[in-house]
Nanobody, 125 residues
Framework: QLQASGGGLVQAGGSPRLSCAAS????????MTWFRQAPEKEREFVAA????????KYADSVRGRFTLSRDNAKNTVYLQLNSLKPEDTAVYYC????????????????????WGQGTLVTVSS
């Protein structure tokens, strides 16, 4: 239901854009989030965007370099990666989170029910 794409081999400093397209159902009322998992490391939160696209959260490690946006008409979320570093190498996953009274977003992997298959971004130095 969530299809991530846009990964590949990129040189340090590069600026690829990842996409996450939803099919089979609409996620326009969901918070959309990107996580990443580097080799031999746990999956970590990267960025989240509210259902309206008006509010976004970023991990400290990517703030100022990555930009998250969404187009609900196309049921697609975009993660613009800028100024990439070798330490950004990871499989990037998109996920959908149902907002609750407690919070509109979550950095916790276990609180997500819908996941894309992941797209690998490899940054060469």
């Amino acid at each position: 239901q969530l299809q991530a794409s846009g990964g590949g081999l990129v040189q340090a400093g590069g600026s690829p854009r990842l996409s996450c397209a939803a099919s089979g159902r609409t996620f326009s009322s969901y918070t959309m989030t990107w996580f990443r998992q580097a080799p031999e490391k746990e999956r970590e939160f990267v960025a989240a965007i509210s259902w309206s696209g008006n509010v976004a959260k970023y991990a400290d490690s990517v703030r100022g370099r990555f930009t998250l946006s969404r187009d609900n008409a196309k049921n697609t979320v975009y993660l613009q990666l800028n100024s990439l570093k070798p330490e950004d190498t990871a499989v990037y996953y998109c996920a959908a989170y149902r907002p609750s009274r407690r919070s509109w977003w979550s950095p916790e992997v276990l609180e997500y029910d819908y996941w894309g298959q992941g797209t690998l971004v490899t940054v060469s130095s």
